[in-house]
């Protein structure tokens, strides 16, 4: 089965600071890999996703991620945080294998600060 | 347009009622999902439907009961609510059962069991 570790819960930010959101996974076979954002109130919200290729991944409102096998992680990043970017980001693991459902880590609250 | 609509958006009830939340997609999707996001926002899947068929039944309780009339609903009817139950549930959808499919959620239903 896989699984996932975002290793910090809540990680505060000065605006227009970078911004690393951390990911490890754990899984026996390869691997999709995705970051989800949730704001406030709100449904989540697909920001990009690995499946295979290149290692570096770029999504939506200048994120983007890293898959490195050899440290099962996939890390998301943005080099200048907005206000607008404070959020719940969740990183989520499914397997290329039949219909393996998405199985999500406990969440990130970035907390962007003015 | 909403892409994936749910109703209602807040649900009160006492222990023991039944309730049913309803869901809608207009995206032409063919795969539909139940999500159940606790109190520290752990987002786990219960169920999903590929054309009106069940593909993932996580272990939810039997009083959890999907239905899902055409491609475009998926309904959760919930018997003898428990104060466990309260959570904010989410319906995702996809345009197919494969898990590299981005999936679109709609805005969450908060049911609070008193």
């Known amino acids: 089965a896989q699984s996932v570790t975002q290793l910090d819960s809540q990680v505060p930010v000065f605006e227009e600071a970078p911004v690393e959101l951390r990911c490890n996974y754990s899984?026996?076979?390869?691997?999709?890999l995705f970051w989800y954002v949730q704001y406030p109130n709100q449904g989540l919200q697909l920001l990009l996703k690995?499946?295979?290729?290149?290692?570096l991944v770029k999504g939506i409102n200048g994120f983007e991620a890293e898959f490195n096998k050899s440290q099962t992680s996939f890390h998301l990043r943005k080099p200048s945080v907005h206000i607008s970017d404070t959020a719940e980001y969740f990183c989520?693991?499914?397997?290329?294998?039949?219909?393996?459902?998405?199985?999500f880590g406990k969440g990130t609250r970035l907390s962007v600060i003015a | 347009d909403t892409a994936v609509s749910q109703t209602p958006k807040y649900l009160v009830t006492q222990m023991g009622n039944d309730k049913s939340i309803k869901c809608e997609q207009n995206?032409?999707?063919?795969?539909m999902y139940w999500y159940k996001q606790d109190s520290k926002k752990f987002l786990k899947i219960m169920f999903s439907?590929?054309?009106?068929?069940?593909?993932i039944n996580e272990t939810v309780p039997n009083r959890f009961s999907p239905k899902s009339p055409d491609k475009a609903h998926l309904n959760l009817h919930i018997n003898s609510l428990e104060l466990g139950d309260s959570a904010v549930y989410f319906c995702?959808?996809?345009?197919?059962?494969?898990?590299?499919?981005?999936?679109?959620f709609g805005p969450g239903t908060r049911l609070t069991v008193t």
């Open positions: 995702a959808s996809s345009q197919g059962a494969l898990s590299f499919y981005e999936q679109y």
């Open positions: 899984s026996s076979v390869s691997v999709y």
């Open positions: 690995y499946l295979s290729g290149s290692t």
């Open positions: 989520a693991v499914s397997t290329p294998s039949g219909n393996t459902p998405l199985v």
């Open positions: 995206l032409g999707h063919d795969t």
């Open positions: 439907y590929n054309n009106k068929e069940l593909i």
